[in-house]
């Protein structure tokens, strides 16, 4: 694999371990600003929703313009917005924060993922695809947990000025490393379709169904991971601490999964897709039946992690083939459909959470949106991953 893939992949634990490290960071925010857990919560719908939007637009707007400008820009406008954040006692302000930095997050992702799949072969898009997530993987292993300690322990401020100073050494990477382009532009510019043809994609049936069975995925996973510190200091009746431990636990079974999945994606998909999938919604169940074991909550948040992303990364990976006749804006489809999900997920654990008594809503819309997605994909496994 071309070398600049693990410096995207870099910039992409930055922005990774800022989009999740809210999760160890709900109780101090809420009780900071004075507003319910759910509310805080609404703040992943945020930055997710801002990527929705973000991905497909900022694809259309920059792709004219130089890779590397683009990519640095969007860093750092990325890095302002979260010094802003910290600064901020309005939460309104902190939200549209999340909002701004989504997009620009959603703008980088889209790039990013394009040049990926350009750099390798035809057939290892998923390799590609595995490596850039690879960095938001590390990000819960490494970034976000140290985010929860630092903000446990110097306020959840500090978490947000952390990302910021990590965005300079992101930059200089950035500016360093693309001294030579790692894509052509004028080449990918004059070799692309229009970009309405490229947006007639979306009138692909195969292309919007592995949109939305991605998206449900990612819902489920997003929904159980944004409120996975209530289920830990609530139902578990563990400290603020084992928060740390139970998203590091998450972050290296995500870390596994993505990167087994990158090995079956690009030639065995279905396997993924249907045997992963199953086992993801029997494990969303046995974590809303057995949240109250610290022991067994914490082995399966770390199984979760594991299931989730392998098979939340594979139908990604389907995206990018299913898109493959617009080669400008595959990656913003394939990033839109990531944060439809994360968008979705949070607001729907939130309504959850004011329905259900304790914190286990958030799980059991997990287990809905994850078996809605697997009752659809599996009737269906021709259209989404036909065979090679």
């Given at each position: 694999?071309?070398?600049?893939?693990?410096?995207?992949?870099?910039?992409?634990?930055?922005?990774?371990?800022?989009?999740?490290?809210?999760?160890?960071?709900?109780?101090?925010?809420?009780?900071?600003?004075?507003?319910?857990?759910?509310?805080?919560?609404?703040?992943?719908s945020?930055?997710?929703?801002?990527?929705?939007?973000g991905?497909?637009?900022?694809a259309?707007?920059?792709r004219?313009l130089p890779m590397?400008?683009?990519?640095?820009?969007?860093?750092?406008?990325?890095?302002?917005?979260?010094?802003?954040?910290?600064?901020?006692?309005?939460?309104?302000?902190?939200?549209?924060?999340?909002v701004v930095?989504?997009?620009?997050?959603?703008?980088?992702?889209?790039?990013?993922?394009?040049?990926?799949?350009?750099?390798?072969?035809?057939?290892?898009?998923?390799?590609?695809?595995?490596?850039?997530?690879?960095?938001?993987?590390?990000a819960?292993?490494?970034?976000?947990?140290?985010?929860?300690?630092?903000?446990?322990?110097?306020g959840?401020?500090?978490?947000?000025w952390?990302?910021?100073?990590?965005?300079?050494?992101?930059?200089?990477?950035i500016?360093?490393?693309?001294?030579?382009?790692?894509?052509?532009?004028?080449?990918v510019?004059?070799?692309?379709?229009?970009?309405?043809?490229?947006?007639?994609?979306?009138?692909s049936?195969?292309?919007?169904?592995?949109?939305?069975?991605?998206?449900?995925?990612?819902?489920?996973?997003?929904?159980a991971?944004?409120?996975?510190?209530?289920?830990?200091?609530?139902t578990?009746?563990?400290?603020?601490?084992?928060v740390?431990?139970?998203?590091v636990?998450?972050?290296v079974?995500?870390?596994?999964?993505?990167?087994?999945?990158?090995?079956?994606?690009?030639?065995?998909?279905r396997?993924?897709?249907?045997?992963?999938?199953?086992?993801?919604?029997?494990?969303?169940?046995?974590?809303?039946?057995?949240?109250?074991?610290?022991?067994?909550l914490?082995?399966?948040?770390?199984?979760?992690?594991v299931?989730?992303?392998?098979?939340?990364?594979?139908?990604?990976?389907?995206?990018l083939?299913?898109?493959?006749?617009?080669?400008?804006?595959?990656?913003?489809?394939?990033?839109?459909?990531?944060?439809?999900?994360?968008?979705?997920?949070?607001v729907l654990?939130?309504?959850?959470?004011?329905?259900?008594?304790?914190?286990?809503g958030?799980?059991w819309?997990?287990v809905?949106?994850t078996a809605?997605?697997?009752?659809v994909?599996v009737?269906?496994?021709?259209?989404?991953a036909?065979?090679?």
């Amino acid at each position: 694999m071309p070398f600049v893939l693990y410096l995207l992949a870099l910039v992409v634990f930055a922005m990774g371990t800022s989009e999740f490290m809210l999760a160890g960071l709900v109780p101090d925010i809420s009780t900071d600003f004075g507003v319910s857990v759910g509310t805080v919560g609404l703040l992943t719908s945020a930055f997710a929703a801002g990527m929705v939007i973000g991905a497909p637009a900022t694809a259309a707007l920059t792709r004219r313009l130089p890779m590397k400008g683009t990519l640095l820009g969007c860093v750092v406008v990325f890095a302002l917005s979260h010094a802003v954040g910290a600064l901020t006692p309005d939460f309104t302000v902190l939200f549209v924060t999340r909002v701004v930095a989504a997009v620009v997050n959603a703008g980088f992702l889209a790039v990013a993922l394009v040049a990926a799949t350009k750099l390798v072969a035809p057939d290892a898009k998923g390799r590609a695809v595995a490596i850039l997530l690879a960095g938001t993987t590390v990000a819960t292993v490494a970034g976000v947990p140290a985010g929860g300690l630092l903000g446990t322990a110097l306020g959840w401020q500090s978490t947000f000025w952390a990302i910021a100073f990590l965005c300079v050494p992101a930059a200089v990477g950035i500016a360093a490393g693309f001294t030579t382009q790692p894509v052509d532009s004028s080449k990918v510019e004059s070799s692309s379709t229009l970009l309405r043809a490229e947006l007639s994609q979306l009138a692909s049936p195969r292309l919007v169904l592995t949109m939305l069975l991605a998206a449900l995925v990612n819902a489920g996973t997003f929904s159980a991971l944004t409120f996975l510190a209530p289920i830990i200091t609530h139902t578990a009746g563990l400290s603020q601490w084992w928060v740390s431990v139970a998203l590091v636990l998450f972050g290296v079974g995500s870390f596994i999964g993505v990167t087994v999945a990158g090995r079956f994606s690009d030639a065995r998909p279905r396997i993924v897709i249907v045997c992963g999938g199953s086992v993801l919604v029997l494990g969303w169940l046995a974590l809303a039946t057995f949240a109250t074991y610290p022991a067994v909550l914490l082995g399966l948040i770390f199984v979760q992690g594991v299931l989730g992303f392998a098979v939340g990364s594979t139908l990604i990976t389907r995206v990018l083939y299913a898109a493959a006749g617009a080669p400008t804006m595959a990656g913003s489809y394939a990033t839109a459909a990531l944060n439809l999900g994360a968008a979705v997920g949070p607001v729907l654990a939130a309504a959850a959470l004011s329905v259900l008594p304790g914190a286990l809503g958030p799980v059991w819309v997990a287990v809905i949106a994850t078996a809605t997605a697997l009752l659809v994909a599996v009737p269906l496994l021709r259209l989404i991953a036909p065979r090679q």
